[in-house]
């Protein structure tokens, strides 16, 4: 039984290695990383975000006075919430905590929105490049403004820009 377990072992360590010769620059390649805030992103230049969108609607986002939902944050106009390349190097952009929806990707899943701003207004498009239908989110003096996206964005949204 040993030996046969050290044939199939060696066997696998050739094939192993002869896809590693016959695949070039396979072994370079890495996932992209994630990240639930935009100014995480080395070449974007921000410190904080200040549009907090939140995996569920606002009536299942606080429970008992607590986040229960997860988020993400981003500052300044956002072309695609896919995430960010440059060069051969992107960040994912998913939601962050470890609650509803930790992990999942920010595009087309966000339900609710709050712009804790103070002084910038939003806008939430349906699609990346600001466009399609989209939904104004102003600031507000004291604390955030938190919004349900409408209808046609809630899950189904993709950028956002100042407004």
């Not at 695949?23 to 996932?31: E, I, L, Q, R, S």
């Amino acid at each position: 039984m040993h030996t046969l377990a050290r044939r199939a072992g060696a066997a696998l360590a050739v094939t192993v290695a002869a896809l590693a010769l016959t695949v070039p620059g396979a072994a370079a390649h890495t996932a992209p990383g994630t990240v639930s805030d935009n100014c995480d992103v080395p070449w974007i230049n921000c410190t904080e975000g200040d549009l907090w969108l939140f995996y569920n609607s606002m009536e299942l986002a606080v429970e008992d006075g607590r986040y229960v939902s997860s988020w993400a944050r981003f500052y300044g106009n956002v072309y695609d919430y896919y995430g960010s390349t440059s060069g051969s190097t992107t960040y994912r952009y998913v939601f962050d905590s470890a609650t509803n929806g930790h992990g999942q990707y920010v595009k087309n899943n966000a339900a609710s929105v709050e712009n804790c701003s103070g002084t910038d207004n939003y806008r939430v498009y349906y699609n990346a490049g600001y466009g399609g239908t989209s939904q104004y989110v102003g600031a507000v003096n004291w604390g955030c403004n938190w919004v349900n996206l409408i209808s046609a964005l809630k899950n189904e949204n993709a950028s956002q820009h100042f407004a």
